[in-house]
């Protein structure tokens, strides 16, 4: 073995050390904690956790129902056809992600609320009030809400697999006389297998787990908000590990069953044939129906967003359908109130230092699994996928199972008293997936011929990388350390889970503090999260610029 083949082994050997600590490791504590037999049959007796495990899985499956109805026309107008503005619907799909759901889940309130826009409008109109936010009404607009902020990885991900469609297929099925029915139901569909299975395993697991947007509603006859607020039972009980143990199991579940239906290897099926998709432009007025569908449906997902501003941006809204009273008075609020300074300097910290681990680690993993072709290198690129099936409840209560269970831990992981490097390694792994995709789309652009060339000329390996192949693979290191940054910034489950003292809060912690607080609090959260909007906002276009259509395979496990 050669000493530059040495070296590659042992930073492999390095990264792997480091997802066994901080990814693998609080899992297997999370295991060990939740496999007690009488507590774990304990938690899946008790009526209430049955009924927050059903609710779990409801949620999830209605979501993925609507994010599935709503992604996948919007994925087929936009490959099929050519129509005016085409080029900015690409940025357009990408609005709801802008915004974590639970923040939005605080302007939606001034919508959906007994006395929100709905409801006045029909009541002008002769309708009784609709009870949005009581009882199955409030099941349902979570399940709305989330729809809307996940659709667009469902849209990237079917984007992606129509992309690489071979249109010789559809030809010969026209061509034996089959209509656009049957050919979309009988072979359009099933070529799209791989980018169905990414987009819906994705947003079943995501939308499972998701812990914000029920907690902002109250909504607490759910698995993860049950977890969550058994975070005060952690030294007394075994409950709270039983239950993660259960959403653990689900989500592997709902995971391997999407790979059994959907996620047989077609891609000797799906490669792009010699004759590319020529987009169709509709004749007359017909044309500008997919801009109007895009516009309806952009219109529809930032509906969140309006309300966040309208919220932050005026004084009273409260029997009203338009608000009144413009104001600068909540941002200033925002600014003087005695956690917002201090959760906005601890979050630049923990990304920071989330985005450069993320970076570090992330590139050297697709280099090991793209160039260098090490033996465990494939492995290597799944487990650094994990965070992607892996709920992050799971991974943030394996963290403090951590601190209960191991000496060295508790010294590293103190979520109490100083949990810069717990939050900035929980941020690290959960994000290195999008610098991992993102790096290894650039390496697949990247012609190996230029980094034979320069070997052969008598740069060393290092020289070789720092000259050719980082300046040709720069765009997908930026745009991984733009999401592993931003994302972290907005990180919910981790930063609500171990962000325990309010000297030590993120800013999600702190929005979601400042939104218990009678009278102002909501419109000061608003203020701050129309800040959060506006930096994720920016992180995304930088996003599509540098990469195109090539954002979708971010978000692929």
């Known amino acids: 073995m050669t000493v530059k083949r040495f070296l590659q082994y042992l930073t ?11 990814l693998l490791l609080p899992v297997l504590v999370v295991v060990k904690k939740g496999l007690n037999y009488p507590v774990l049959r304990e938690a899946l007796c008790n009526p209430v956790h049955l009924e927050g495990i059903l609710n779990a899985l409801l ?56 006395y929100g826009v709905i409801n006045l409008v029909l009541q002008k109109l002769g309708f009784s009030s609709v009870d949005f936010l009581g009882g199955e009404g409030k099941f349902y607009s979570i399940c709305f809400i989330e729809a809307l902020h996940l659709y667009p990885i469902m849209y990237l991900n079917l984007s992606s697999a129509l992309g690489n469609l071979d249109p010789e297929y559809d030809a010969a099925a026209r061509n034996l006389g089959i209509g656009k029915v049957r050919r979309f139901i009988f072979v359009t569909l099933p070529l799209l297998k791989s980018g169905l299975f990414a987009g819906l395993s994705l947003v079943l697991i995501w939308s499972f787990t998701e812990l914000g947007t029920p907690l902002m509603f109250g909504y607490y006859r759910t698995l993860p908000v049950q977890i969550f607020n058994g ?39 799906s490669a792009k044939g010699s004759q590319a998709v020529m987009a169709a432009m509709p004749k007359g007025w017909k044309k500008f129906l997919p801009s109007l569908l895009f516009l309806a449906v952009s219109f529809l997902a930032a509906t969140p967003h309006i309300a966040l501003i309208f919220t ?91 601190s209960l269970e191991f000496v060295w831990a508790r010294e590293m992981f103190d979520p109490e008293n100083n949990p810069l490097f717990l939050l900035a390694a929980a941020y690290a792994v959960r994000r290195m997936p999008y610098v991992v995709r993102s790096v290894g789309a650039g390496l697949e652009q990247a012609p190996v011929e230029l980094e034979n060339a320069a070997r052969n ?15 040709l693979i720069s765009s997908g290191v930026v745009v991984g350390g733009l999401f592993a940054f931003s994302f972290s910034m907005l990180e919910v489950s981790d930063s609500l889970i171990l962000a325990q003292k309010a000297e030590f809060y993120p800013i999600t912690k702190a929005i979601f503090e400042l939104s218990q607080i009678l009278g102002p ?21 930088a996003a599509t610029w540098f990469l195109g259509k090539k954002v979708g395979a971010i978000f692929k496990l």
């Open 312 to 402: 932050a941006f005026f004084r009273d809204w409260y029997r009203r359908i338009v608000p009144v009273g413009f104001t600068l008075e909540n941002f200033e609020s925002a600014l003087s109130h005695q956690i917002v300074v201090p959760s906005i300097l601890n979050s630049l910290r923990y990304s920071l230092i989330a985005m450069v681990i993320a970076l570090i680690a992330g590139t050297l993993v697709a280099l090991a699994s793209s160039r260098w072709k090490l033996k465990g290198g494939y492995l290597l690129d799944v487990i650094s996928m994990l965070p992607l099936a892996v709920p992050g409840i799971v991974v943030a209560f394996g963290y403090l199972g951590m």
């Open 59 to 114: 949620i999830a499956v209605v979501t993925t129902v609507m994010v599935t109805v709503i992604a996948l026309p919007l994925a087929i107008v936009f490959d099929r056809y050519d129509f005016p503005g085409k080029k900015y619907c690409a940025f357009a799909v990408l609005i709801p992600m802008i915004l974590p759901p639970f923040v939005g889940a605080l302007g939606f309130q001034q919508i959906l609320g007994h």
């Open 521 to 541: 609090g909501p419109y000061i959260g608003c203020a701050f999260g129309v800040w959060t909007m506006l930096f994720l906002a920016a992180a995304f276009a």
């Open 12 to 22: 492999m050997g390095g990264i792997f050390a480091f997802l066994c600590v901080f």
């Open 231 to 269: 975070l005060t039972e952690l030294s007394t009980t075994g409950t709270p590990f039983a239950l993660v143990i259960i959403m653990l199991f689900i989500s592997s579940l709902l995971y391997c069953v999407g790979k059994l239906v959907l996620g047989r290897d077609n891609a000797a099926y």
């Open 457 to 471: 000329l008598g740069a060393g390996s290092w020289r070789t990388f720092a000259r050719i192949t980082l300046p």
